[in-house]
């Protein structure tokens, strides 16, 4: 299995729908676990931290299944504005070794 | 507040010369990253330097040096650039290795 593993999408959505990106990864004792937004020709930013019982921001739902080992963003009513690249992001290390970034995967919101 | 500033913004070079990246942070943190990335590869860690005073190869560390010259400043090195080399760079810093990196806005480096 790799290290930590997205589907690439493109995810092609209409304005207003849900959409829902899974994260694999690769050691069951990872401890902490992020979501980065990167929007194109630019840094990657943090969206949200994921907490082991859930956490939400707004319209964003991050879940942590740790017996499954993988985590998932939900997004609800999908903005133009979140046409970007998600970046899934796990400490697989326990902070001994760098967090280990996804490839991401691509949304595209859609009028 | 700047948080992680990356200078030069913009380069391109000749095969075989040589240039360093600039990295500053000043937020205080332990840890510092170099990153490249192109094209359909995600991220991939170049170098990095958990606190002041060391450094440590990452995924990809052929063909660069990097040097921590104090806790806010991280700079990496192109000894004898390649066309390969050609990619955007991200620095990035953490408070330490488990928490959230924040990063610069990057450097396009084109190599001729």
């Known amino acids: 299995r790799k290290e930590v593993e997205q589907d690439p999408g493109p995810f092609n959505v209409p304005e207003g729908a849900t959409v829902a990106f899974n994260c694999t990864y690769s050691?069951?004792?990872?401890?902490?676990f992020f979501w980065y937004r990167q929007d194109c020709r630019k840094e990657p930013k943090l969206l949200m931290s994921v907490y082991s019982s859930g956490n939400e921001d707004g319209r964003f739902t991050a879940q942590l299944n740790r017996a499954s080992q993988y985590i998932s963003l939900l997004i609800r009513d999908s903005k133009l504005s979140d046409s970007a690249t998600y970046l899934c992001v796990v400490d697989l290390n326990s902070g001994n070794t760098p967090l280990v970034f996804g490839k991401g995967t691509r949304l595209s919101v859609i009028a | 507040n700047a948080g992680v500033t990356q200078t030069p913004k913009f380069q391109v070079l000749k095969t075989g010369q040589s240039m360093t990246l600039q990295c500053a942070q000043d937020?205080?943190?332990?840890?510092m990253y170099w990153y490249r990335q192109d094209p359909g590869m995600g991220l991939r860690l170049i170098y990095y330097s958990a606190s002041e005073g060391t450094t440590d190869k990452g995924e990809v560390p052929n063909g660069y040096n990097v040097s921590r010259l104090n806790k806010r400043e991280f700079s990496l090195r192109l000894e004898s650039a390649a066309p390969s080399q050609t990619s955007v760079y991200f620095c990035?810093?953490?408070?330490?290795?488990?928490?959230?990196?924040?990063f610069g806005d990057g450097t396009r480096l084109s190599i001729l």
């Open positions: 937020m205080n943190h332990n840890s």
């Open positions: 990035a810093s953490s408070d330490q290795g488990g928490q959230p990196q924040h």
């Open positions: 050691n069951s004792a990872s401890q902490s």
